[in-house]
């Protein structure tokens, strides 16, 4: 079984910046794609920012320019830098893998969430 813990979250004013991590352990053989989602109070969760064990980023466009995703495929951690955070991020922010501890037999996992409240 393969577990992720997310860490980083907080309150923070409206401009300033987070950086979340997420680590995966347990019985790790391979994980490929990584990612962020959040979910706002009353709303459904959403994509954020995936990327790709080769580095490749994708991101929602509320977030471009402003948060940035990246990995480190040694540590099985991946982060996520925000910067200029607006009231309309406040949510709880899930990490998300695919990862095998087989080879071949991928499932996708989720942490239990960290929160981001951003308010003056």
């Known amino acids: 079984q393969v577990q992720l813990v997310e860490s980083g979250g907080g309150l923070v004013q409206p401009g300033g910046s987070l950086r979340l991590s997420c680590v995966a352990s347990?019985?790790?053989?391979?994980?490929?794609?990584m990612g962020w989602y959040r979910q706002a109070p009353g709303k459904e969760r959403e994509l954020v920012a995936t990327?790709?064990?080769?580095?490749?980023?994708n991101s929602a466009d509320s977030v471009k320019g402003r948060f940035t995703i990246s990995r480190d495929n040694a540590k099985n951690t991946v982060y996520l830098q925000t910067n200029n955070l607006k009231p309309d991020d406040t949510a709880v922010y899930y990490c998300?893998?695919?990862?095998?501890?087989?080879?071949?037999?991928?499932?996708?996992?989720w942490g239990q969430g960290t929160l981001v409240t951003v308010s003056s």
């Open positions: 347990g019985s790790i053989f391979s994980i490929t794609l």
């Open positions: 998300n893998a695919y990862a095998a501890s087989h080879p071949g037999r991928y499932l996708e996992v």
């Open positions: 990327i790709t064990s080769g580095g490749s980023t």
